[in-house]
Structure formats: C-alpha cells, structure tokens
C-alpha cells in the first residue's frame, strides 16, 4: 500500500532519476546492504517493544517509534537550518513520515516478531534504492501521504490480525479511535501547511516592536495573501518582505508612479517616529493583517534568538 500510493501520486507530480547507484554492482550492494542492517535494527526493535513498559504495550510501541526516528534524523541538519519555513519542510517531508513508518514497524514487532516487521521497511528501502526511476513529488505530497499512509496500515493491520485471531469486537469505541487517529494525523498535516504559508491565511510572529501599541514583540498574527488585482488602503496593515525580512507595517499614503504607472505604498510603524524610508512595491507585499494573536509566538523568538540577524534594514 505504502508504495503503490506514492507510484500513483507520480503519474499525477512525474518522476525523476534515482539519486542512487542503480548498476548491477549498486543494487547488488544496496541489497546487502539494507537487509544487512534491517536484520540488526529489527531485532534490536524487536528485543526493546516485547520487554519494555510490558504493562503497557502502546507506550513501548510509540517510545520505541519515536527512539527510532530521532536517531534516524539529523540533529546537525536541523540546527543549521535558518528559517521555521526549512523546519517545517524538513517535519512534514522527513520526520513525520518516517515515524509512521516506525510505528508500523513497531506495531508488526509486537504482533509477530521481527519478521515482519523486517520484510516491511526493507521493501520500502529497496524501492526507494533500487528503482531506477522514483515518484518526483512536493514535499506537501510527500508530508500527506508519508503520514495518512501509515495511519490506514496501521488500522488495516490491527483489522486483519483481530480477524485471524477472532477478535473484533465492532463497537463504538473502536470506530472512535480508529477515527480519532486519522482526524489527529490530517489535523496535524493542516497546521503543517497552515503554518508554512500554504492556505491564503498564514500565521506570522512579531519580532520588534515598531507597531506598538497594537502589536507587541512575540505576537503572532494572521495575515491574508494579498492577490496582484485586490487594492489596498491608507490605514491597512501590510506585511512585505525587503532583503529577506518581513516588516510588518501600516499603510500611510498611496502614490502612483508617472513613468510606470505603477501604484507603491508609504509605510510606518505606529509606534515608529518617522516612515519608512523605502516605498513598498505590490509584489513586495505578502499580506494584510487580519487578526492578532498576544504572546503567542513567544517561544518561536526564544528559539531564534541565539541567530545571528541583520536588522538594518528594519525601521524600528
């Protein structure tokens, strides 16, 4: 299941060249290699789900899943990466997906030893580092799929192996918590998306404070994209990006340029004492202020706050 939707998902993005060595002396190294370190890794999961939290199977499955992917993921790669936008990509396209990957794998563990456990994520590895050609797809796709995907093997699995051991008990607790899951993992592919800027609202979080009263260091607000047909008026609050960074400011005066004929903005920070000094171009702006959120993105500054930022170019 977990392949064939990726491969249809290709007919629809394209695909593109493996970035792995597909020669007959690469797939035969990939081959050894991948089952060579599934078997170790399998039987370590194995050992670790059966023989921890006994009590409590659903706590060592998700604890070990999570052990898994962590050690699986860069931390080096992380912290160097310098937007939340480069996070968010990096949580929707690697992380995500590879713990529900890792729960499944879990899940086959505790049911029926390493096995299957092994058989599963070695197919999906020798997909990935065998096939000459692979799905191309945007990592949005790759976000919904690597983790709805999971989710409905999960529940496929715990399905089948009630039936073999003649154990459903259809009753409306279960159907809750089957629902319950899948609720949870597209809520959380929404807030991914959400947060990346990709509905035409998207949050931001307010790092000086230049709009004062109003909006305060550590607010986080709502903005709406702004199309290239839809106008704007004195006392709008726009956010607009100018070498690199995004200001948020309020609309002044509107000019128009003789010689293009183009329309540019004069902005201000309320609690700024002069305008800016730049005029902002429409395909400058990102969006306009719809609602304010205090405090909110407190904790997003604190995790930015030991980078490095050349704030000369933001009007205080």
Known sequence: MYILFFIVAGFFSGFGQSPYDTSLYGIYTNIIHIIGIGIGLEFIRSFLVNNTFNKSPVVAIVSISLLYTLIGTSIGEIISMKSGLDIVNHLGEEFLPELGKNLVASYLVYLGGFLPALLYMTTISMFYNICPVLPDLSWIIKTFLGTIVPFMNLSLINYIYEDEVREIKVNKDEEEGIFGWIITSIGSILIIWFAAGLFTIYPSV???????????????????????????????????????????????????????????????????????????KKCQIKGKLLRTIPKVGLFTLLLKADKDVDLKSIEF
Do not use: C, W
């Open 206 to 280: 307010i790092a000086t404070g230049s709009m004062e009263p109003l909006i305060y260091p550590g607010d986080m607000i709502i903005l709406e994209k702004i199309g290239e047909e839809e106008s704007l008026v004195n006392g709008d609050i726009i956010q607009f990006k100018r070498d690199d960074i995004l200001i948020t400011h309020r609309i002044i005066d509107i000019i128009e340029i003789e010689e293009s004929k183009e329309i540019e903005y004069v902005t201000k920070g309320d609690n700024n004492s002069a305008k800016d000094f730049e005029t902002v």
